[in-house]
T-cell receptor, first 115, second 115 residues
Framework: AQTVTQSQPEMSVQEAETVTLSCTYD???????LFWYKQPPSRQMILVIR??????QNATENRFSVNFQKAAKSFSLKISDSQLGDAAMYFC????????????FGKGITLSVRP | NAGVTQTPKFQVLKTGQSMTLQCAQD?????MSWYRQDPGMGLRLIHY???????DQGEVPNGYNVSRSTTEDFPLRLLSAAPSQTSVYFC??????????????FGEGSWLTVV
């Protein structure tokens, strides 16, 4: 079974600085998808970024980018120019490429942004 | 475009009562699922469905029933509520195949308290 590990329960970053959130996963599959979801205090689950395992290029969405290391099974999220609105819980998630596969989540990391 | 709609948003139940959390999506997604979120546990899969008439158990199915009579709707039933079922519940859906990278879309969550 696949597992997703987020070993840091909390992190803090100064506004306008850069922060990296770590995630590792365990799988025996070669084709899969990885996601970062943001959960603000409203509890809504917001997709931040998605990475296809077959793509070597790291995904980027504006200030958010990932460092995907397939051999190391590592999938970190970098937030550049941090803003107060980035404060939230962030979940790393894994989904295999098979039809109807489930989404497996890490336990999440709480990010605070200092003004 | 409503996306994934959950009702009710908040509910307080007494131990032993039954209730149904409603979930509807208007994206013609084949795959629908229910998760619960508890502190320090991330999101855990309760039940899922890969199409009308087909349901299956996830990681924590005990105490919950589901049905999928239409593509759009996937209600979650608590037959006899217990305090351990106090949680935030999320309904989620996606296409079953690799469209859009298997991205799963979430409803806004339902806060359930069992006293």
């Amino acid at each position: 079974a696949q597992t997703v590990t987020q070993s840091q329960p909390e992190m803090s970053v100064q506004e306008a600085e850069t922060v990296t959130l770590s995630c590792t996963y365990d799988t025996s599959e070669s084709d899969y998808y990885l996601f970062w979801y943001k959960q603000p205090p409203s509890r809504q689950m917001i997709l931040v970024i998605r990475q296809e395992a077959y793509k070597q290029q790291n995904a980027t969405e504006n200030r958010f980018s990932v460092n995907f290391q397939k051999a190391a099974k590592s999938f970190s999220l970098k937030i550049s120019d941090s803003q107060l609105g980035d404060a939230a819980m962030y979940f790393c998630a894994y989904r295999s490429s098979g039809a109807n596969s489930k989404l497996t989540f890490g336990k999440g990391i709480t990010l605070s942004v200092r003004p | 475009n409503a996306g994934v709609t959950q009702t009710p948003k908040f509910q307080v139940l007494k131990t032993g009562q039954s209730m149904t959390l409603q979930c509807a999506q208007d994206m013609n997604h084949e795959y629908m699922s229910w998760y619960r979120q508890d502190p320090g546990m991330g999101l855990r899969l309760i039940h899922y469905s890969v199409g009308a008439g087909i349901t299956d158990q996830g990681e924590v199915p005990n105490g919950y029933n589901v049905s999928r009579s239409t593509t759009e709707d996937f209600p979650l039933r608590l037959l006899s509520a217990a305090p351990s079922q106090t949680s935030v519940y999320f309904c989620a859906s996606s296409y079953s195949l690799g469209t859009e990278g298997n991205t799963i879309y979430f409803g806004e969550g339902s806060w359930l308290t069992v006293v």
